[in-house]
């Protein structure tokens, strides 16, 4: 038979060993579920990045990564994603059916398997360990020795077992024994330096065996024929499982510790054993499954209804985080433990919500929602239903003291009792009941429905309504019993009653009561409204604010026997507050430490919504003092254990390992040499993976990172465990990163990585510093050269502009002149001889009606005349040809004052020509708008006006006693006062002169204008 063949043997040697012995005996034994244990489970299969079905080994590296093997090579998971260690591993490598994987303390990774023996340096570098090492195929083991030395233990194919510890490079064989079947499980050394070999064999054979010099010593007894041996984490001594208990090496001597509460039926082997931090034995077994022994000694099968568990368990493996690893059917499995544990719910109603929940008098967990579900203590999830077709919508449901539990449908709304497997209806609704159930309770053996129509008993068999006549028309909220067996109900808008000795009574708390609880110490608790919590306790009630305590509004509540108060809300974390710091609150003690905490989808609860119906029961404490929550994607429970663990993790655990796992430059991977990674000047994107090592709960670790050098300061990431840096500047930096487990602590140190990112060329120091000091001498006289261009064009632009603004007013005189002698000398002629000629028809008239007539219609055109020649006086003063401006402005001030009458002040000089006409005209003009502005906005009641000749120029100055205005402000007239300054400003410097004003508000505004005399006048 060759190599190959034998190497299937061994393979199969745990599947095709007589399954048949022991497992006809399963059904005898009691089961256990993860759940029970408060454990939760966790799969991963070919999707999630396996690259084969069947896992056979684990180990834990030193920085807390876990390492296991697939049929396809060694995989390595950080609590985020798998790796594949073996892609880089060359063709000659062995890769398959690794079934033993050991890290030593320089970081080596040494694995056996049925096609050889491979090594793996801290580097990545994979070596093949064949004939020429001493290495060896088949099923092995490895073990490290008290003098540092590596040994290991191989079943081979050639039917022999062969010990060897590796020296100089190579294994060198210590001593090599046929074997008739079986191969090595375990190898370990004792507390005295005694190597020891745990072997799986069929039939009477020693199973245990210790190496003495290079002889393989049996230890005999009656059950050994099936035993394998393991370590507890931190103890020396060396442990033994049997099929009747476990055994501990005690000096040179075996001594029992713990004695199964039966007989393990296991007749097929061991593969391994394990012990987690609460004591239990967890045993792998080679046909029956995982096994586990309590502290106690009571033996169970482990089980579960999320996940069928195989019969042959390859491996197992307790890791420093607690988690607990085995291979599935085609899948590897983790049970961790969280703050909640995911109720099993039978996988097809997996998507049906729970409604209520509630718990019996013999201890029984009774689920409704779509149909009616029991657990009982030792028991798996009971459907009660018969067929698909009878299945009923359950909104309430209540435990029964004796047993059993009442229900309400949501189709009828009629009441029902089930117990064992007899389900059966107890009332019907009466008429005129309406609504979907809100509450239930049972009171001295009544049971008491609250629902929208008002409050129901059950009374000789009939539902009746027993609502207190103060709530007639409202709507009850909530019940619940209070002490010495009071019934209380909260109402919508009436406030809360109390029914005692079978009267109704006000509980003295009005308003909305939605929710109640009921505390050990017998206070009663309530939420009235949105958001207020209420403490009745020595006859008086107390309340606060709860949203100033974190809690969210619309919640209900639970007061544990643990000392807590547990509240739910529609959306959003469960919370969980200290009840006696809660009651100093409510007496307004506002510096007490509440002791929140916050319990969300990281925690364990499936998600942060509430199931839809009532609300009332899906969150309740059972007598073991869980606390069980229902959401709309199932249930989960908080054992009370878990804060005494989770403490006792808190205080011993060390912060964990955080690594930076992968760097990417451009998507492309990158090696750290020396932690430190060098990015070129053509690369923009940097991409850094980093991971905290929580196994147990990844999805709880928070992160934060800095960039020294580029951004000092912390930034807080959450749980994204990725960080992108892009375009960074040429630089050193140190990107370190911290993390933060599951229970808050902070590895400060975290993992740092050096990243220097190098210049473009245009970067480096001689460019920064020769060619800009070069460009400086070209720059300066190109930008000599552009600011002497700047300016002549500025200076051409603004003589262009003032040519413009010049042209445009003389050819506005010029129409101005032109439309003034026409009016003057055509239209104002015309109306002259129409008047003469209406006022000689007057005369020669006889009728004085007529007369009377013609003399209206002359009058009328003598004003249009007198109008037709003042505009033509405004367009162009003809007299200023002719008697100069110094009889223009006074002939212009005497207009303006008839017209307005204001009281005016002139003084005119003569000017005899010292002027051009060019400003004689803007003189006039500015006058015209001066004048203008003061009668429509200054509201003025005198104005001087005084026109000054002196040695070389000549001043016009306008100042009135009206209002006045702000310097800032345009003009006292309104929002466009501002352009009759710029036009004027601008005219004035159209003749080289200048323009001055000064206002004060209430105190007048004075203008002046300067305007140079002509040359021929100064000459």
Same mark, same amino acid.
């Given at each position: 038979?060759?190599?190959?063949?034998?190497?299937?043997?061994?393979?199969?040697?745990? !599947?095709?060993?007589?399954?048949?012995?022991?497992?006809?005996?399963?059904?005898?034994?009691?089961?256990?579920?993860?759940?029970?244990?408060?454990?939760?489970?966790?799969?991963?299969?070919?999707?999630?990045?396996?690259?084969?079905?069947?896992?056979?080994?684990?180990?834990?590296?030193?920085?807390?990564?876990?390492?296991?093997?697939?049929?396809?090579?060694?995989?390595?998971?950080?609590?985020?994603?798998?790796?594949?260690?073996?892609?880089?591993?060359?063709?000659?490598?062995?890769?398959?059916?690794?079934?033993?994987?050991?890290?030593?303390?320089?970081?080596?990774?040494?694995?056996?398997?049925?096609? *050889?023996?491979?090594?793996?340096?801290?580097? *990545?570098?994979?070596?093949?360990?064949?004939?020429?090492?001493?290495?060896?195929?088949?099923?092995?083991?490895?073990?490290?020795?008290?003098?540092?030395?590596?040994?290991?233990?191989?079943?081979?194919?050639?039917?022999?077992?062969?010990?060897?510890?590796?020296?100089?490079?190579?294994?060198?064989?210590?001593?090599?024994?046929?074997?008739?079947?079986?191969?090595?499980?375990?190898?370990?050394?004792?507390?005295?330096?005694? +190597?020891?070999?745990?072997?799986?064999?069929?039939?009477?054979?020693?199973?245990?065996?210790?190496?003495?010099?290079?002889?393989?010593?049996?230890?005999?007894?009656?059950?050994?024929?099936?035993?394998?041996?393991?370590?507890?984490?931190?103890?020396?001594?060396?442990?033994?499982?049997?099929?009747?208990?476990?055994?501990?090496?005690?000096?040179?001597?075996?001594?029992?510790?713990?004695?199964?509460?039966?007989?393990?039926?296991?007749?097929?082997?061991?593969?391994?054993?394990?012990?987690?931090?609460? @004591?239990?034995?967890?045993?792998?077994?080679?046909?029956? %499954?995982?096994?586990?022994?309590?502290?106690?000694?009571?033996?169970?099968?482990?089980?579960?209804?999320?996940?069928?568990?195989?019969? =042959?368990?390859?491996?197992?493996?307790?890791?420093?985080?607690?988690?607990?690893?085995?291979?599935?059917?085609?899948?590897?499995?983790?049970?961790?433990?969280?703050?909640?544990?995911?109720?099993?719910?039978?996988?097809?109603?997996?998507?049906?919500?729970?409604?209520?929940?509630?718990?019996?008098?013999?201890?029984?967990?009774?689920?409704?929602?779509?149909?009616?579900?029991?657990?009982?203590?030792?028991?798996?999830?009971?459907?009660?239903?018969?067929?698909?077709?009878?299945?009923?919508?359950?909104?309430?449901?209540?435990?029964?003291?004796?047993?059993?539990?009442?229900?309400?449908?949501?189709?009828?709304?009629?009441?029902?009792?089930?117990?064992?497997?007899?389900?059966?209806?107890?009332?019907?609704?009466?008429?005129?009941?309406?609504?979907? /159930?809100?509450?239930?309770?049972?009171?001295?053996?009544?049971?008491?429905?609250?629902?929208?129509?008002?409050?129901?008993?059950?009374?000789?068999?009939?539902?009746?309504?027993?609502?207190?006549?103060?709530?007639?028309?409202?709507?009850?909220?909530?019940?619940?019993?209070?002490?010495?067996?009071? !019934?209380?109900?909260?109402?919508?808008?009436?406030?809360?009653?109390?029914?005692?000795?079978?009267?109704?009574?006000?509980? %003295?708390?009005?308003?909305?009561?939605?929710?109640?609880?009921?505390?050990?110490?017998?206070?009663?608790?309530?939420?009235?409204?949105?958001?207020?919590?209420?403490?009745?306790?020595?006859?008086?009630?107390?309340?606060?604010? &709860?949203?100033?305590?974190?809690?969210?509004?619309?919640?209900?509540?639970?007061?544990?026997?643990?000392?807590?108060?547990?509240?739910?809300?529609?959306?959003?974390?469960?919370?969980?507050?200290?009840?006696?710091?809660?009651?100093?609150?409510?007496?307004?003690?506002?510096?007490?430490?509440?002791?929140?905490?916050?319990?969300?989808?990281?925690?364990?609860?499936?998600?942060?919504?509430?199931?839809?119906?009532?609300?009332?029961?899906? #969150?309740?404490?059972?007598?073991?003092?869980?606390?069980?929550?229902?959401?709309?994607?199932?249930?989960?429970?908080?054992?009370?254990?878990?804060?005494?663990?989770?403490?006792?993790?808190?205080?011993?655990?060390?912060?964990?390992?955080?690594?930076?796992?992968?760097?990417?430059?451009?998507?492309?991977?990158?090696?750290?040499?020396? %932690?430190?990674?060098?990015?070129?000047?053509?690369?923009?994107?940097?991409?850094?993976?980093?991971?905290?090592?929580?196994?147990?709960?990844?999805?709880?670790?928070?992160?934060?990172?800095?960039?020294?050098?580029?951004?000092?300061?912390?930034?807080? /990431?959450?749980?994204?465990?990725?960080?992108?840096?892009?375009?960074?500047?040429?630089?050193?930096?140190?990107?370190?990163?911290?993390?933060?487990?599951?229970?808050?602590?902070?590895?400060?140190?975290?993992?740092?990585?050096?990243?220097?990112?190098?210049?473009?060329?245009?970067?480096?120091?001689?460019?920064?510093?020769?060619?800009?000091?070069?460009?400086?001498?070209?720059?300066?006289?190109?930008?000599?050269?552009? $600011?002497?261009?700047?300016?002549?064009?500025?200076?051409?632009?603004?003589?262009?502009?003032?040519?413009?603004?010049?042209?445009?007013?003389? &050819?506005?005189?010029?129409?101005?002149?032109?439309?003034?002698?026409?009016?003057?000398?055509?239209?104002?002629?015309?109306?002259?001889?129409?008047?003469?000629?209406?006022? !000689?028809?007057?005369?020669?008239?006889?009728?004085?009606?007529?007369?009377?007539?013609?003399?209206?219609?002359?009058?009328?055109?003598?004003?249009?005349?007198?109008?037709?020649?003042?505009?033509?006086?405004?367009?162009?003063?003809?007299?200023?040809?002719?008697? @100069? =401006?110094?009889?223009?402005?006074?002939?212009?001030?005497?207009?303006?004052?008839?017209?307005?009458?204001?009281?005016?002040?002139?003084?005119?000089?003569?000017?005899?020509?010292?002027?051009?006409?060019?400003?004689? $005209?803007?003189?006039?003009?500015?006058?015209?708008?001066?004048?203008?502005?003061?009668?429509?906005?200054?509201?003025?009641?005198?104005?001087?006006?005084?026109?000054?000749?002196?040695?070389?120029?000549?001043?016009?100055?306008?100042?009135?006693?009206?209002?006045?205005?702000?310097?800032?402000?345009?003009?006292?007239?309104?929002?466009?006062?501002?352009?009759?300054?710029?036009?004027?400003?601008?005219?004035?410097? +159209?003749?080289?002169?200048?323009?001055?004003?000064?206002?004060?508000?209430?105190?007048?505004?004075?203008?002046?204008?300067?305007?140079? #005399?002509?040359?021929?006048?100064?000459?």
């Amino acid at each position: 038979m060759n190599g190959e063949v034998w190497s299937r043997v061994i393979a199969c040697v745990g !599947l095709v060993v007589a399954l048949g012995p022991g497992v006809q005996a399963q059904g005898e034994f009691p089961r256990i579920s993860p759940f029970e244990l408060g454990y939760s489970l966790r799969s991963w299969t070919l999707d999630d990045g396996l690259k084969g079905p069947y896992v056979g080994a684990f180990v834990q590296a030193h920085d807390g990564a876990l390492l296991l093997s697939d049929s396809e090579g060694l995989i390595r998971y950080n609590g985020i994603e798998l790796e594949d260690l073996s892609a880089t591993a060359g063709p000659e490598i062995p890769r398959r059916n690794i079934l033993a994987i050991h890290e030593d303390p320089d970081g080596r990774l040494w694995t056996a398997g049925l096609g *050889g023996q491979a090594m793996r340096e801290p580097d *990545g570098r994979w070596v093949a360990l064949g004939n020429d090492r001493g290495g060896r195929n088949g099923v092995g083991k490895f073990a490290r020795g008290p003098d540092g030395r590596f040994w290991c233990g191989v079943s081979s194919a050639a039917r022999s077992l062969m010990v060897s510890v590796f020296e100089d490079g190579k294994f060198r064989p210590v001593l090599e024994e046929p074997v008739q079947s079986g191969y090595v499980q375990e190898l370990e050394f004792d507390a005295a330096g005694q +190597l020891w070999l745990s072997v799986a064999t069929q039939g009477p054979r020693p199973s245990v065996y210790r190496l003495d010099g290079t002889t393989l010593l049996p230890e005999v007894a009656d059950d050994w024929s099936v035993a394998t041996l393991f370590r507890r984490e931190g103890d020396a001594r060396l442990w033994l499982v049997t099929p009747s208990g476990i055994r501990v090496r005690e000096e040179d001597h075996w001594q029992e510790v713990v004695a199964f509460s039966v007989a393990l039926p296991e007749r097929n082997g061991f593969s391994a054993c394990a012990v987690d931090g609460d @004591g239990n034995y967890w045993i792998a077994t080679r046909s029956l %499954g995982i096994w586990v022994c309590q502290p106690d000694g009571w033996l169970s099968r482990l089980s579960s209804e999320e996940v069928k568990f195989p019969n =042959l368990i390859r491996d197992l493996y307790v890791g420093r985080d607690a988690t607990i690893w085995f291979n599935g059917e085609n899948r590897l499995l983790q049970l961790r433990r969280r703050p909640f544990t995911l109720w099993p719910q039978p996988q097809r109603d997996r998507l049906a919500a729970i409604r209520a929940m509630a718990e019996d008098g013999e201890g029984t967990i009774w689920f409704g929602g779509v149909g009616i579900y029991s657990l009982r203590p030792g028991e798996f999830v009971r459907q009660h239903w018969q067929d698909d077709t009878a299945v009923p919508s359950i909104y309430g449901i209540l435990g029964r003291p004796d047993g059993g539990a009442w229900f309400v449908t949501g189709s009828g709304g009629a009441l029902g009792t089930v117990r064992g497997r007899e389900q059966r209806e107890v009332a019907p609704p009466p008429p005129g009941s309406y609504g979907q /159930v809100i509450d239930l309770v049972e009171q001295h053996g009544e049971v008491w429905i609250a629902r929208p129509g008002g409050l129901l008993r059950l009374a000789d068999g009939v539902l009746v309504p027993a609502s207190p006549e103060e709530t007639a028309q409202d709507q009850p909220e909530c019940l619940a019993l209070g002490a010495e067996g009071a !019934l209380y109900a909260g109402f919508r808008t009436k406030g809360l009653f109390c029914r005692q000795d079978g009267e109704w009574r006000f509980a %003295g708390l009005d308003g909305r009561v939605a929710a109640l609880a009921l505390a050990p110490d017998d206070t009663l608790w309530a939420r009235r409204g949105e958001n207020e919590l209420c403490r009745f306790a020595a006859g008086e009630w107390r309340r606060a604010d &709860a949203g100033g305590m974190g809690i969210m509004p619309q919640f209900h509540m639970v007061c544990s026997r643990a000392g807590s108060i547990w509240f739910q809300g529609e959306r959003g974390p469960v919370i969980r507050l200290d009840r006696q710091a809660a009651e100093a609150w409510l007496q307004g003690d506002r510096s007490v430490d509440l002791r929140r905490r916050t319990y969300g989808r990281a925690e364990g609860l499936p998600a942060e919504q509430h199931p839809y119906g009532s609300r009332k029961r899906t #969150l309740m404490e059972d007598r073991q003092g869980r606390i069980w929550v229902a959401t709309v994607q199932g249930v989960s429970a908080w054992l009370p254990s878990y804060d005494t663990r989770s403490a006792a993790e808190t205080t011993d655990s060390k912060p964990m390992p955080v690594l930076i796992e992968k760097v990417l430059v451009d998507d492309q991977p990158v090696l750290k040499a020396n %932690g430190a990674v060098t990015v070129t000047p053509d690369k923009h994107r940097l991409e850094i993976h980093y991971a905290g090592l929580d196994l147990a709960s990844p999805e709880s670790v928070t992160y934060r990172y800095r960039i020294e050098g580029y951004e000092d300061e912390w930034l807080d /990431v959450g749980n994204r465990h990725t960080a992108y840096l892009q375009h960074l500047p040429p630089g050193t930096y140190r990107f370190q990163v911290a993390a933060a487990d599951r229970h808050g602590v902070w590895n400060e140190a975290g993992a740092a990585l050096a990243i220097v990112v190098l210049p473009h060329w245009y970067e480096r120091w001689w460019f920064r510093f020769g060619i800009p000091a070069a460009l400086v001498l070209g720059l300066s006289g190109w930008a000599y050269r552009r $600011v002497r261009w700047t300016r002549r064009r500025a200076l051409e632009r603004a003589r262009l502009q003032e040519e413009f603004s010049r042209g445009l007013i003389e &050819a506005q005189e010029s129409e101005r002149t032109r439309l003034a002698g026409e009016l003057h000398d055509d239209l104002g002629q015309d109306l002259l001889v129409m008047k003469s000629r209406i006022d !000689l028809a007057r005369r020669r008239s006889g009728s004085e009606t007529e007369q009377d007539t013609l003399q209206k219609l002359s009058q009328s055109t003598a004003e249009v005349l007198h109008k037709v020649r003042s505009l033509s006086h405004q367009l162009r003063p003809l007299h200023l040809d002719h008697f @100069g =401006l110094a009889a223009c402005v006074a002939n212009l001030v005497k207009e303006v004052a008839e017209a307005s009458q204001l009281a005016f002040e002139v003084e005119a000089d003569d000017l005899q020509g010292g002027l051009s006409p060019e400003c004689e $005209v803007a003189l006039f003009r500015m006058l015209q708008e001066s004048l203008n502005n003061i009668v429509k906005h200054a509201g003025a009641s005198s104005v001087k006006v005084a026109l000054r000749r002196q040695e070389r120029r000549v001043t016009l100055s306008v100042q009135d006693d009206g209002r006045g205005f702000h310097a800032e402000m345009p003009k006292p007239g309104g929002p466009h006062a501002g352009h009759w300054l710029h036009a004027m400003k601008e005219r004035c410097a +159209l003749v080289g002169g200048r323009m001055m004003v000064h206002s004060t508000p209430g105190a007048g505004t004075l203008v002046l204008f300067e305007v140079p #005399l002509s040359p021929a006048a100064t000459a």
